[in-house]
C-alpha cells in the first residue's frame, strides 16, 4: 500500500493530537521526529542525514556490465510517494530521505557507483525498467511469480505486515483466534485487507466471533482512532507501523505476520530488467553490507532491524499470481 502525504502534513496532524514533536534547533539539519517530551533520542527528519556509506569492492564492482561501469552512475527508480520510513522528504520539502535511499547507497557505493536516484509514480516504475531507464529499483518491491517473468531480483528486506495497539495493551497477535471480536482497521484493497477478512471468517467458521474491520481513508485517522479507543488495533505494512511506535511512543507492535500470508514469507527485493546482468551484482552488495554491519545500522536507524535478512537470494518464490 503507498501512501500519498506529504510529511509535512502528517507531522503537523500528529503534532496537534500530541503524539509527537518536531524539534531542533531552528536549523532542520538537526531536526528530529520523537515521542513528546523526549529529549534524547530520535529519527532525523532533516536533509543533513549523516547517511551511513560503503567503499567499493573490486570484486563485486567487477559483476557490474561495461557500459554501466564505464558511465559511473547507477540510475535508481524510486517511488514519489512520501511513506516513512520507507521513502519520503525532509524538513525541507526537497531532500529525498529514508531507509530505501539508505539501502540503495550502500549497494551504489559497495559497486563503485555514484548513485542517481529519480523519484515518479509508482507505475512508471517498470515503465522506467522496461525501457532500461533504470539500472533498478529499491521501492518497497515485493517479489511476486507475475513479476519474474520480466524482472530479477536479489533480495534485501522480508515483507512483513504488523498489528499496532496502544501501549500497555498486554494483547498479542499469531493467529485468528487471537483478533476475534476486536474491532481492527485496515486500508481497503490492500494485501492485509484480504488476510484479515480471512481470518474473520475462519474465526466464523471455528465458532468465534468475526473481526469488526473498519476502514479510515488516512493514516493519521487511525492514529487518532487508536489513542481513543475506537479500534483495537491497525493491521498495516510493517515498516510504517514501526515509524510510528519509534517516532509517537504511544503504540506497540503486538503481532507480525508476512505479508504474502500463510505459508510463504513475502521478501522485498532490488527490482531489474530480465537479462540486465545486474541481479547477481546486486545480491552481491547486499551481502557485502549484510556482513560488514552497514546494512543494520541502517535498519535500526529507522526501525526495520526485524526485518532483516541474513543473505540476499536471486528470485526466490514470490507471491503466487491472482486468479482472473
Same mark, same amino acid.
Given at each position: 500500500m503507498s501512501t500519498h502525504r506529504t510529511l509535512s502534513v502528517a507531522l503537523a496532524t500528529l503534532t496537534a493530537a500530541g503524539l509527537l514533536t518536531a524539534c531542533g534547533s531552528g536549523d532542520t539539519a538537526t531536526t528530529e521526529v520523537k515521542p513528546?517530551?523526549?529529549?534524547?533520542?530520535g529519527? #532525523?527528519?532533516? =536533509?543533513?542525514q549523516h547517511r551511513i556509506r560503503g567503499t567499493k569492492v573490486d570484486a563485486i564492482a567487477a559483476k557490474v556490465p561495461a $557500459?554501466?561501469?564505464?558511465?559511473?552512475?547507477?540510475?535508481? !527508480? $524510486?517511488s514519489a510517494d512520501a511513506s516513512p520510513p520507507l521513502g519520503f522528504y525532509a524538513t525541507d520539502d526537497k531532500t529525498r530521505i529514508g531507509s530505501e535511499i539508505d539501502i540503495a547507497t550502500l549497494i551504489a557505493d559497495t559497486l563503485g557507483l555514484k548513485p542517481q536516484f529519480e523519484e515518479v509514480s509508482w507505475e512508471n516504475l517498470f515503465v522506467g525498467l522496461d525501457s532500461s531507464k533504470f539500472d533498478g529499483v529499491l521501492s518497497n518491491v515485493t517479489v511476486t511469480e507475475e513479476r519474474k517473468e520480466k524482472y530479477d531480483f536479489a533480495t534485501y528486506r522480508l515483507d512483513n505486515i504488523a498489528f499496532e495497539a496502544k501501549k500497555g495493551s498486554?494483547?498479542?497477535v499469531k493467529e485468528p483466534k487471537d483478533v476475534a471480536g476486536k474491532t481492527i482497521s485496515v486500508?481497503?484493497?490492500? #494485501?492485509?485487507e484480504k488476510i484479515l477478512v480471512d481470518w474473520s471468517e475462519q474465526n466464523v467458521e471455528a465458532g468465534r466471533k468475526p473481526v469488526d474491520i473498519k476502514y479510515f481513508q488516512k493514516d493519521t485517522d487511525y492514529y487518532l482512532a487508536l489513542q481513543s479507543g475506537r479500534i483495537d488495533a491497525y493491521l498495516g505494512p510493517s515498516p510504517s507501523a514501526n515509524y510510528h511506535v519509534a517516532s509517537a511512543g504511544?503504540?506497540?507492535?503486538?503481532?507480525?505476520?508476512?505479508?504474502? !500470508?500463510?505459508?510463504l514469507q513475502g521478501k522485498i527485493a532490488v527490482t531489474t530488467k530480465k537479462g540486465s546482468g545486474l541481479v547477481e551484482a546486486y545480491a552481491a552488495a547486499v551481502d557485502h553490507i549484510v556482513q560488514d554491519g552497514s546494512y543494520a545500522k541502517v535498519l535500526k536507524r529507522w526501525g526495520l532491524s526485524g526485518e532483516a535478512v541474513t543473505k540476499s537470494e536471486i528470485n526466490p =518464490?514470490?507471491?503466487p499470481k491472482t486468479e482472473n
Open positions: 513528546k517530551g523526549q529529549q534524547d533520542t529519527i #532525523n527528519i532533516g =536533509p543533513d $557500459a554501466i561501469r564505464e558511465r559511473g552512475t547507477l540510475r535508481l !527508480g $524510486a498486554g494483547w498479542k486500508a481497503s484493497g490492500t #494485501n492485509q504511544q503504540s506497540e507492535i503486538v503481532g507480525t505476520l508476512s505479508g504474502a !500470508g500463510d505459508g =518464490p514470490g507471491l
